[in-house]
Structure formats: structure tokens, C-alpha cells
């Protein structure tokens, strides 16, 4: 099955500090990549989606400075989390959609990184 | 109209018995529907997924069913095992633009052994 990994998968920061969370796809090509955020006992949120090559599509609410996402790649987009502060403390999951033609409905998830900011 | 909606929001089950989770939806746009598996502390792991041409799709003991005339679908844990205590979220996937996923609330099954 397709894999996603991230890391690292727990991150301790200090207020002010940046801190950037690696997402890959293991064996396969993702032409998009999303990024999710996840409150204690809640759905997921959708923060932004990226596609390779091009800047990321943030939703609506979320602060793109803030929330800095980069598709460098076919196989990595990292999110880096800006100026962080103790209320961006959260689970941080990104997923994978393959390329057309190759399982391309599925998202796969990665298995998420735990930030928390002092 | 870009909700998901899911019910129960928590179920408790005996070992072997039966968990359904129902989720409904309003966007005639969604056309991809995964059910994923979500264990504290882990990303959500896909546990199956359905199209609206089929009603009824089957993988061991997880089946799901799917009515399109009234915009739900659902998710049946055959035989549940402890194992299978865990947070099971259904979604429904856009068919434009990046196809982005909406997400029910999630369901927080027990088995009870």
C-alpha cells in the first residue's frame, strides 16, 4: 500500500520560534499534498492544499504567512510553522493523492506530528 | 451544504456483535466516499471506500453500504473485535477542482471484550 511518512513526529518549541514539519510520499508520486490540523478529540481541518511546482491553496480562516507550505518536489511538501505560539500547539497531519492514473482518489495519511509550543 | 454528518457519535459494542456508523450528506458533487480508521495519537488509516454506482461494497468484515436516492452511507463492523476500538471517520470526496475530502465528526468505537 502507498506510505506517507512525516516527521518528525513530535516537536517541543519555544514561543517565537519556527518549526517545519516534513511530509513524504514513500513509494508512489503525489501530485497534491494536503495539510490537516486536528484538535484533541475532533475531526480533521483542512489548512491548505499544494500541489508540485505551484504555491498552496490555503482554506479560508487559515494564515498563509503563519502557515508556510512548500511542494518542492513529487514526493515532499513540508509545512513550516511560523512565529510559533502556545495556540498553535496541535496535531499536524499531512496526505498524499497520487499521480493521474495511479490510484489518484485515494488520500493516504501520514501519521501526524504533535507540536507543542511553551 | 459541504457537510458531512455522523452519527453516533460514540459507540459501545460487545465483542462479536455488530458497530454501524451512519453518515449522510446534501452535495450532489461528492463522488468518492472512504471510511478511515483513526487510533489515538496515529493518522487516519483508509479502511475502505465506495462509489455511488455501487450500493454495497464488502472487505473482510468491514461492508459498506451505500444509498444514493437518499444521501447516505454507511459503515458495518462484522464480528467487532477489541482491536477494533478506535475513532472511524467517513468522508466524501469533491469530484472538482483538487478534490479535497470533507469529513464527518467521527465515531469513537468500544468494543467491549
Known amino acids: 500500500g502507498a506510505v506517507v511518512s512525516q516527521h518528525p513526529s513530535r516537536v517541543i518549541c519555544k514561543s517565537g520560534t519556527s518549526v517545519k514539519i516534513e511530509c513524504r510520499s514513500l513509494?508512489?508520486?503525489?501530485?497534491?499534498m494536503f495539510w490537516y490540523r486536528q484538535f484533541p478529540k475532533k475531526s480533521l481541518m483542512l489548512m491548505a492544499t499544494?500541489?508540485?511546482?505551484?504555491?498552496?491553496?490555503?482554506e479560508q480562516g487559515v494564515e498563509k504567512d503563519k502557515f508556510l507550505i512548500n511542494h518542492a518536489s513529487l514526493t515532499l511538501s513540508t509545512l513550516t510553522v511560523t512565529s510559533a505560539h502556545p495556540e498553535d500547539s496541535s496535531f499536524y497531519i499531512c496526505?498524499?493523492?497520487?499521480?493521474?492514473?495511479?490510484?489518484?482518489?485515494?488520500?493516504?495519511f501520514g501519521p501526524g506530528t504533535r507540536l507543542t509550543v511553551l | 451544504q459541504q457537510q458531512v454528518k455522523q452519527s453516533p457519535q460514540s459507540l459501545i459494542v460487545q465483542k462479536g456483535g455488530i458497530s454501524i456508523i451512519n453518515c449522510a450528506y446534501e452535495n450532489t458533487a461528492f463522488d468518492y466516499f472512504p471510511w478511515y480508521q483513526q487510533f489515538p495519537g496515529k493518522g487516519p488509516a483508509l479502511l475502505i471506500a465506495?462509489?455511488?454506482?455501487?450500493s454495497e461494497k464488502k472487505e473482510g468484515r468491514f461492508t459498506i453500504s451505500f444509498n444514493k436516492s437518499a444521501k447516505q452511507f454507511s459503515l458495518h463492523i462484522m464480528d467487532s473485535q477489541p482491536g477494533d476500538s478506535a475513532t472511524y471517520f467517513c468522508?466524501?470526496?469533491?469530484?472538482?477542482?483538487?478534490?479535497?475530502?470533507?469529513f464527518g465528526t467521527g465515531t469513537r468505537l468500544l468494543v467491549s471484550p
Open positions: 513509494d508512489f508520486q503525489a501530485t497534491t
Open positions: 496526505s498524499a493523492r497520487g499521480v493521474p492514473g495511479v490510484s489518484t482518489d485515494t488520500q493516504y
Open positions: 465506495i462509489r455511488p454506482d455501487v
Open positions: 499544494s500541489n508540485e511546482g505551484s504555491k498552496a491553496t490555503y
Open positions: 468522508a466524501a470526496q469533491m469530484n472538482t477542482g483538487f478534490q479535497k475530502l470533507v
